[in-house]
């Protein structure tokens, strides 16, 4: 079956526009994770959804950051007001459950 | 907080030379990945350990689980070129509602 899937693949954009990016999971996966990673540094955890419970939000540095998962299924992070510390490759992930985690490919944004 | 360290952080060697990279933390964990990442790409699952001494090979990889599922090891006999890349273990929480935590990645550069 498909993958995760994640759009755009990369995104300039100016200090101070908002961005929205998208996540399609795997199908059936109950959990969703978006991560942020600079360059050849670690995952830096944002965000978690586990089925219909609430979203673990302790990862968001910021109240520019949010997101939302509609229907379970579909998410969208969205960052308001974008500062070029913003800019950095993010992930989104997918799971049954607590088990394995399958990435997508990665949206690079750069904030000029 | 579960927190994972791994060591070192980064990693250059000669091909044919043999490595070991550590994942270790203060807290049990009821699973633990390994994944590599390659630029412009998400990770990529290598392995799932679960048992407390377990041992999986997969080539000339060689994964260990501590016996007190607290911290793994990644063995890399006769490194290649393609072996380069960013290594990452993730341990999974114990729970349906825990999520799975990273640790901040090995970054292993196999010269020819």
């Known amino acids: 079956g498909a993958g995760v899937s994640q759009s755009p693949s990369n995104k300039v954009t100016e200090k101070g526009k908002d961005v929205e990016l998208r996540c399609d999971p795997i199908s059936g996966h109950t959990a969703l994770y978006w991560y942020r990673q600079s360059l050849g540094q670690g995952l830096e955890f944002l965000i978690y959804f586990q089925g219909n419970s609430a979203p673990d939000k302790s990862g968001l540095p910021s109240d520019r950051f949010s997101a939302e998962r509609t229907g379970g299924s579909v998410s969208t992070l969205t960052i308001q007001r974008t500062q070029q510390e913003d800019s950095a490759v993010y992930l989104c992930a997918s799971s049954f459950y607590t088990d394995t985690q399958y990435f997508g490919p990665g949206t690079r944004l750069t904030v000029l | 907080t579960q927190l994972l360290e791994q060591s070192p952080q980064f990693l250059s060697i000669q091909e044919g030379e043999n490595l070991t990279v550590y994942c270790n933390s203060s807290?049990?964990?009821?699973?633990l990945q390994w994944y590599r990442q390659e630029p412009g790409e998400g990770p990529v699952l290598l392995v799932t350990?679960?048992?407390?001494?377990e041992v999986k090979k997969l080539k000339r990889l060689t994964f260990q689980f501590g016996d007190a599922r607290k911290d793994s090891s990644l063995h890399i006999t006769a490194a290649q070129p393609g072996d380069t890349g960013l290594y990452l273990c993730a341990g999974a929480g114990n729970t349906n509602a825990g999520k799975s935590t990273f640790g901040d990645g090995t970054t292993l550069t196999v010269k020819p």
């Open positions: 807290s049990v964990f009821s699973s």
């Open positions: 350990v679960v048992t407390g001494g």
